[in-house]
């Protein structure tokens, strides 16, 4: 038995949640990555809705086990905050939701360290969340993090104190006052005071060798989903850097997120928005301006699900798609969100880019500015201009969109097997 994977392709908010949610029947486990609370994956089913920052998407089959992997990093408040809203909806977590003894923790001054380097960035800001990603995956590296089987050991709290006097001395040298500075609505004290109270209920969950428990699950013959964040153009090392997350957004990071060897990784499932969008600073080839990418931001609730802010929409990049697909071995495509075009008389498709003169797909080194100017050549397409919302097999697609479709399937050479209608689990079509 082999691994599946599911990951974004743009730059996150793809959509990955609801398709983790229609799959998980298919599947035992659901083990998240990589990433933190940055992440938010929203599922919508009979009238509710739920956003999920470290829980597995799987959470709501009953029958699931959802593993938080090594490769997630953990705030313990927000965790604390996520369990809440989903037991006050009547879903335990209890039963079915394991965290890896080295899975790394997210302290309350890697949270402050995150929001003074973003201050003094200055209009270079690169657009964090302020989640404290960063500074606890350069903790990570450095090998000054705490993890989550640290919290069992009788020195832990020695070991907060001395990471955390760590970073208030780093924080020192900005000359900055830290009770500016407001998390989840509480200034720093009150916050870390509140954090430590969390701490409380992510010791209570169960805690696993998750690198053990998922390949003896494997040899057991148990079907398991890897659910990877944010996107593959936000991969700390092929994503638009220094624009991108902290971790390995693609394939590669179930590897060293889960303790799974290449050769036991399966099928690989890549997200994809039938148009594009980012949050955030860094390019971005096929942004709009215009009209039609506020019709795109409207019609698509495209604000963010952690931070709310409004994300910058822009028409399809086939390059970018394609070299997502190269990096992860993509070998099956899900489109999202084909309903928000539905009303366009015109869809664009950027095939090829001029970088000073030259066409090409390839995404250039460097496209944060300077001397590269990326001007996207597109081709265009004829809207379907119909509603999506009744359709429930490939069949019944409109001729324009099948045959939008069909492009992509052509260009990329992976075929389409699902396409989403509507933010509803049962708003989905399976070929």
């Known amino acids: 038995m082999k691994i599946d994977v599911l990951l974004g392709l743009q730059w996150g908010d793809e959509g990955k949640g609801k398709i983790v949610d229609v799959l998980t029947p298919n599947y035992d486990i659901i083990a998240r990555f990589q990433g933190g609370p940055n992440a938010g994956h929203t599922i919508e089913f009979e009238g509710k809705k739920f956003v999920l920052h470290t829980i597995p998407s799987g959470i709501f089959i009953q029958k699931s086990i959802n593993v938080i992997g090594n490769g997630v990093i953990i705030d313990p408040f927000i965790l604390r905050k996520e369990i809440g809203k989903l037991s006050e909806a009547g879903i335990d977590v209890s039963a079915n939701l394991l965290v890896s003894r080295k899975a790394h923790i997210i302290l309350p001054s890697h949270r402050l360290l995150d929001a003074v380097y973003e201050q003094e960035k200055g209009k270079d800001k690169i657009g964090s969340t302020l989640k404290g990603i960063g500074p606890t995956y350069t903790d990570k590296v450095s090998r000054n993090g705490l993890r989550v089987g640290d919290i069992e ?35 720093f004290v009150e916050y870390e005071k509140l954090w430590f109270d969390a701490l409380k209920t992510l010791n209570g969950l169960k805690k696993i060798n998750s690198e053990y428990y998922l390949n003896n699950a494997l040899k057991e013959g148990k079907k398991i989903l890897a659910e990877g964040a944010q996107g593959t153009l936000l991969d700390i090392d092929f994503g638009s850097y220094p624009f991108v997350t902290s971790s390995n957004t693609t394939t590669a990071g179930v590897c060293n997120g889960l303790g799974i060897a290449p050769s036991n990784v399966g099928k690989v499932f890549g997200i994809v928005k039938a148009y594009c969008t980012r949050v955030g600073s860094g390019p971005f080839p096929t942004e709009l301006f215009d009209e039609d990418g506020q019709q795109l931001r409207d019609v698509g609730r495209e604000y963010g699900s952690t931070t709310g802010r409004p994300r910058r929409c822009g028409w399809l990049d086939l390059p970018a798609l ?75 697609l409109p001729t324009n969109l099948s045959g939008y479709i069909k492009f992509i399937e052509k260009a990329t050479g992976v075929p389409v097997k699902i396409v989403s209608v509507g933010p509803d689990r049962s708003e989905t079509i399976i070929k």
Do not use: C
């Open 322 to 396: 394609k070299y997502a697909i190269m990096l992860n071995g993509v070998t099956e495509l899900m489109m999202m969100k084909a309903d928000v075009l539905d009303m366009f008389e015109e869809i664009k498709v950027a095939v090829k880019y001029e970088i000073n003169g030259i066409e090409t797909e390839e995404l250039p080194f460097d496209g944060t500015g300077g001397n590269i100017e990326i001007n996207p050549i597109y081709k265009t397409f004829s809207g379907w201009q119909q509603k999506l919302d009744k359709i429930d097999s490939f069949d019944e």
């Open 153 to 187: 050991a009788p020195d832990f709290d020695k070991r907060y104190q001395k990471a955390r006097a760590r970073h208030m001395k780093i924080i020192e040298r900005f000359n900055t006052d830290i009770d500016e500075f407001v998390f989840d609505n509480h200034k």
